[in-house]
């Protein structure tokens, strides 16, 4: 399912799940003009297509000890499958990174890593970072302020821009 594939009201429900993913159904069809059961089936529907994968709480990462958060660019030696797949399965079980990206350029992989500060993360990195398979040049890139965190993905009607 793409966004072509999702009519005015499945979009108002992303967005507005997007923003407070704890409203109440009746809320929600009421913040969207349809009646309650039409949006619980919508809401359904876009969880059963995976459009919807799941609901979370919004941490603020500071007050939960992790005052540094870092980007790595990583370089591998070889650009194998089976040695990507390695390095992309182990990074998975790594907690202190958050989010990790096969990307194109100079790297082959950018890692969002969070930790509790600057002494943490460079153990981290000595010890755990560069010791993962086919490491080639890692370099590190500290956030400094954020501007503009991730919070939700765009969701407009087909004829906004």
Known sequence: MNKSNLDPA???ILAALQQDARVTNQTLAE???????PCWRKVRKLEDDAVIQGYRAVLDRRKIGLGVMVFIRVSIDSHSA???LKFEQ???DLDDVVACYSIGGDADFLLQVVARDLDTYAEFAMS???RLPGIKEMQSMFVLKEIKPFVAFPIKQPTQR
């Open 90 to 92: 182990q990074v998975g």
């Open 82 to 84: 089976a040695e990507a």
């Open 128 to 130: 755990v970072i560069r």
């Open 31 to 37: 913040q969207i003009g349809i009646s309650a059961s």
């Open 10 to 12: 499945e979009i108002k």
